[in-house]
């Protein structure tokens, strides 16, 4: 909520009114003026910032006042701290020794973890006059406070904890104490603010202490506690469309069980899942950079509890918590309650989001829900879409408690032109100033009744009356008000059929992309709704599967073990994991053919015809090497990978035929070049190992030796090679990958050359010139090593146009632009397709001002001008029983087309703006007229002739 700070105090002055009246005689009004600096200026820890005044307290306490007097305002989700307000109406009785104290926080945003704390008092006497009130503020401490939060559950009892609201309290010295902040804890789970620097107390709904005078750097890790800490860095944002960086101050994060009694926690803990990834700096954040450039985000290390931790500036870290691996046999219904469970997404390289990791998000819970793939396990999710007889329907579950706190659910609803997809949204706190700011719209409100055993169901009845073409959201209410955070939502009546029937299909992921004979591989059993996708309703699902040959003789090629160690049978039965709707066989066949069908079921499925296999022996003879990542991830010829500073990576070389790894004798080279074929000097610390486990140094040429793959590693160093393409070489092949494609230039500019418009015509084509720029917008040339990539695109409205071309008279599409090295820009041709006022602009992950999205500061603005309606774009003479399309020709959108005379059918589809004219010929032949009339009742006849 706060941010790092200096104290420089600007001229900008909320005046803070206080208006009061004497309890005995009402009739006499005391008005207080406080004046508060709403902002502050000076050098931030990582950066200058502006400061804004984003909480305020004000008490007003007296010997003869039997309460104090208490205002907090909280700028919240607001953009700056003068939403605080400046007048608030408060009864304060006139007399003597009446105490005002303030405190103020300031920050340079919302999420930013560090704050500068000021305080200050007086002691007035109230006479019922106005009065300004010389408060004078002074910073608690020095320098600015570090933020920590807290998020877990506090327990007083095993398993229990209150709810009720949380008082965050201040004591000044010598002073009376001060709530400074309130907040909710529902069942025992809480969210919390402490400050490095400034000891606070947190009073439970009981009135007992929930932590003491705690300061964040008194809060220990342990089993049950982890801490997440960030350096300071940069993340990448988008503002007005245009990307931004913004300056982000180290953060610390604890999660875990808390209580003063200790008792309660002997069996809570927290399971990280490190894996093999300990400490070995091969994970990052998904968002935190150390400079402006995505190639160098901020590695992730692990420490769990009884180790040494290293805090710094190099990395961010997780401290504490037991290994996941200890973990394994606990009940998954114990999760929250007795544990917690750290997933990291190191298949990603980052970790998405710590609370969703952690399993929960405001009172819902991210739970582990099992992968249909056997020994894949398990992943997150806020919400499951089931369905029964009655039709589909979204299941989430609340934490453990949380359900005892709330009186009722809320839904809410805002058009998608706001942002989001359906329930892949990010969600956001539940609270009712961020709702009207983010335009939702209450929807409707369901009965607390729904929830059962921590479990809610979404179907078609309680989704009745919301739009399903809007966002959709809910919240939980407590006390008449949202608390917590979001859950994403759609209508269920979208989500597809009950599954139907059940049939074999090709299992194609990783390397079984090809059904080579002797080799064990998977087979797919899915369950469809008139051949789409469908929901399973059934906690089990039995199969059987029969394989047959091509004279529908029984084959024994079925499995029930991946490494198809087991007897071969004609018949297997296949489990389905509770409501998948795909499960995994194994086969291992001889050359020819194979089908497989399932001929039973326990669910009543109509089975689907049984699927044919070709098993192939392929030749021992390569006709292709891959490389990829020590996975089923291939990397593509030319394609483009991120390795990034202080990590290892796994690769692999795999010898193929057909899609099949064969073995084969003889060796391949590793080398690294520029995108001219220059040699790369490897920056210092990168290097090829024999893997990341080991790390031991090998050599350039890897020898196979009757293999069929080589496995090896390379290792980042600090400063992980830009631009730097990776080769293998061997075997009679060649395959490349660009490793970390990035910035080589500042921005790129387009510039009209002569014969160029500004206003051009709609359909004509003329030249744009790209050129590049440096910070000081000086045309300067490429490095002769480098390229710049670049992708072309127009907008006009909300239409994309994509009107770019690559010669001079705008033929052949030309929208991935590359800007070769030594060069300082390229020609390009533009034809717009539609009228009006359009912006021309880039994308690319070679310039600063992109980073891999668009550029919309360096854009070129045209106004199309547009040109009378004309016929329709295509044949004149079409086949009987053919479908055509034309483009429509000027004139102003939107369109109509009728048929006046012939036969046939006449539809406009896709855009509104530039619509096609689909036209299906019947089988009778002749000429066909078609009336085109445009918004301004301009009209032209579109004329086919259908011939036999």
């Not at 990582?46 to 400061?51: N, V």
């Not at 009884?306 to 200890?326: C, F, K, Q, R, W």
């Not at 020819?592 to 009543?604: K, M, P, Q, S």
């Not at 090679?721 to 990776?726: A, E, F, G, R, V």
């Amino acid at each position: 909520m706060f941010a790092k700070s200096m104290h420089v105090i600007t001229a900008l002055i909320l005046s803070i009114v206080i208006v009061g009246c004497d309890r005995l005689a009402l009739d006499e009004k005391t008005k207080i003026s406080l004046q508060i600096p709403s902002t502050m200026s000076g050098k931030m820890t990582a950066s200058s910032s502006e400061l804004e005044l984003r909480h305020l307290v004000i008490q007003v306490t007296a010997p003869d006042m039997p309460e104090p007097i208490l205002i907090i305002k909280d700028a919240g989700h607001s953009s700056d701290g003068t939403s605080i307000g400046t007048e608030f109406p408060v009864d304060i009785p006139s007399g003597s020794g009446r105490l005002i104290q303030v405190l103020a926080g300031y920050s340079a945003g919302e999420n930013d973890d560090g704050a500068l704390i000021l305080y200050g008092d007086i002691t007035k006497v109230l006479t019922g006059s106005t009065e300004t009130v010389p408060v004078v503020l002074n910073p608690i401490v020095s320098e600015t406070s570090e933020e920590a939060h807290i998020r877990g559950r506090f327990l007083d009892s095993n398993n229990s904890g209150p709810t009720g609201e949380i008082k965050m309290v201040y004591r000044p010295a010598n002073k009376p104490a001060m709530v400074v902040d309130k907040d909710i804890i529902i069942g025992g789970w809480f969210e919390l603010m402490a400050f490095k620097d400034i000891p606070m107390d947190y009073i439970l709904p009981d009135g007992s202490l929930m932590f003491d005078q705690i300061t964040a750097d008194k809060i220990t890790t342990s089993a049950h506690v982890v801490r997440e800490y960030q350096p300071a860095s940069l993340k990448r944002d988008w503002e007005n469309g245009a990307q931004i960086w913004r300056t982000q101050s180290a953060k610390n994060k604890y999660v875990g069980f808390f209580a003063k009694n200790s008792t309660y926690l002997v069996d809570k803990k927290v399971c990280v899942d490190v894996s093999s990834i300990l400490n070995n700096a091969s994970v990052y954040l998904n968002n935190n950079f150390f400079t402006q450039n995505i190639i160098n985000p901020v590695p992730v290390k692990f420490y769990l509890n009884g180790t040494t931790p290293v805090i710094g500036s190099t990395h961010a870290a997780l401290v504490g918590g037991v290994a996941a691996a200890s973990c394994a046999s606990l009940p998954v219904a114990d999760e929250y309650g007795k544990y917690l469970k750290v997933i990291i997404n190191a298949s990603n390289s980052n970790i998405y989001d710590e609370l969703a990791n952690v399993g929960y998000r405001g009172y819902w819970s991210h739970s582990l829900y099992p992968s249909w793939l056997p020994g894949e396990g398990v992943y997150r999710s806020p919400s499951q879409t089931y369905a029964d007889a009655s039709g589909g329907f979204i299941e989430a579950k609340l934490i453990p408690g949380a359900a005892s706190g709330v009186d009722s659910i809320s839904i809410y609803t805002r058009p998608y032109s706001y942002g989001g997809n359906m329930m892949y949204n990010n969600s956001f706190e539940c609270r009712a100033d961020r709702l009207s700011q983010d335009h939702w719209t209450f929807a409707k409100s369901l009965p607390k009744s729904l929830i059962v055993n921590d479990t809610v169901r979404f179907g078609v009845t309680e989704m009745s009356g919301v739009t399903s073409n809007n966002e959709i959201t809910a919240c939980l209410v407590k006390n008449g008000e949202p608390v917590g955070s979001s859950l994403s939502l759609y209508v269920p009546s979208y989500i597809g059929g009950v599954a139907a029937e059940i049939g074999i299909n090709q299992y194609s992921m990783g390397p079984y992309n090809a059904n080579v004979a002797g080799n064990c591989q998977p087979y797919l059993v899915e369950l469809t709704n008139q051949n789409s996708g469908a929901y399973n309703p059934h906690s089990s699902l039995q199969a059987t599967v029969s394989a047959t040959d091509s004279n529908t003789s029984p084959l024994a090629i079925l499995h029930g073990k991946p490494d198809c160690s087991d007897t071969p049978l004609a018949s297997q039965t296949v489990s389905f994991r509770s409501f998948s709707t795909r499960a995994l066989g194994y086969m291992k066949a001889p050359a020819g053919e194979a089908r497989l069908a399932v001929t039973n079921n326990d669910r009543n499925l109509t089975s689907k015809q049984p699927f044919l296999f070709n098993f192939f022996v392929p030749s021992n003879t390569p006709n292709d090497i891959m490389l990829g990542l020590d996975s089923s991830t291939y990397f593509y010829h030319n394609s483009e990978y991120s390795l990034f500073p202080n990590g290892c990576f796994p690769l692999r070389i795999d010898a193929v035929n057909s899609g099949a790894q064969v073995p084969v004798t003889g060796s391949v080279s590793v080398s690294f070049h520029h995108r001219n074929d220059t040699t790369y000097a490897l920056p210092s610390g990168t290097r090829l190992v024999d893997s990341c486990a080991t790390k031991n140094t090998i050599s350039s040429t890897l020898n196979f030796s009757n293999q069929k793959e080589k496995r090896f590693a390379i290792e980042i160093g600090a400063n992980a090679p830009m631009n730097m393409i990776l080769k293998i070489s061997g075997l009679g092949f060649t395959k490349t990958a660009l490793v970390n494609n990035g910035p080589v230039a500042d921005h790129l500019s387009f510039s009209l050359p002569n014969g160029s418009s500004l206003t051009p015509q709609q359909y004509s084509c003329q030249a744009i010139d790209i050129l590049v720029k440096d910070a000081n917008n000086n045309t300067v040339p490429v490095s002769g090593s480098e390229q710049i990539r670049l992708w072309l695109n127009s907008k006009n409205g909300e239409h994309w146009d994509n009107g770019f071309y690559s010669d001079v008279d705008c033929i052949t599409r030309h929208t991935e632009v590359v800007i070769p090295g030594s060069s300082t820009g390229v020609t390009v041709y533009y034809k717009p397709r539609l009228a009006g006022p359009t912006t021309l602009m880039y994308a690319s992950y070679n310039t600063f001002a992109s980073n891999g999205g668009n550029d919309f500061n360096n854009t070129l603005n045209v106004n199309v001008q547009g040109v009378a309606l004309g016929a329709p774009v295509g044949p004149s003479t079409v086949a009987t029983n053919s479908n055509i399309t034309y483009q429509m020709y000027g004139g102003k959108a939107p369109y109509t087309a009728t048929k006046v005379s012939g036969t046939g059918t006449v539809l406009l589809e896709g855009s509104t703006l530039d619509p096609i004219l689909r036209f299906t010929a019947s089988s009778t032949p002749g000429p066909v007229s078609i009336l085109i009339t445009d918004s301004l009742g301009a009209t032209v006849f579109l004329n086919i002739n259908v011939q036999n």
